[in-house]
């Protein structure tokens, strides 16, 4: 099992920007793919980048393509996501998740621990 702990959420105008980081502690972090999720108030989770165990392979949501980035540190036990020119459908819960395989996965299902969540806020 891996415990993941967010932060780096916050308040931010429309066109800003925010990192959001994961520290993880537990199972072999450098073996895990890692994901990031997130939860618009009301609304089903959705997912928004994944990176696997080596950093070698992302991919994204259609959504935040150009616009985030997900990058991990393996010494650090850390993974992040960059977010750039935040718009307000951005606004969510953002989730960290680690997969016991090492390679990258699109759906929550294929994920086998999850954190807390980092609430991110996008006015406009």
């Known amino acids: 099992q891996v415990q993941l702990v967010e932060s780096g959420g916050g308040l931010v105008q429309a066109g800003g920007s925010l990192n959001v980081t994961c520290a993880a502690s537990?199972?072999?972090?450098?073996?895990?793919?890692m994901g990031w999720f997130r939860q618009p108030l009301g609304k089903e989770r959705e997912f928004v980048a994944t990176?696997?165990?080596?950093?070698?392979?992302?991919y994204y949501a259609d959504s935040v393509k150009g616009r985030f980035t997900i990058s991990r540190d393996n010494a650090r036990n850390m993974v992040s996501l960059q977010m750039n020119n935040l718009k307000p459908e951005d606004t969510a819960l953002y989730y960290c998740?680690?997969?016991?395989?090492?390679?990258?996965?699109?759906?929550?299902?294929?994920?086998?621990?999850w954190g807390r969540g980092t609430q991110v806020t996008v006015s406009s």
């Open positions: 990176i696997n165990w080596s950093g070698a392979i992302k």
């Open positions: 537990g199972r072999t972090f450098s073996n895990s793919a």
């Open positions: 998740a680690a997969r016991v395989r090492p390679a990258i996965a699109t759906t929550d299902y294929d994920y086998d621990d």
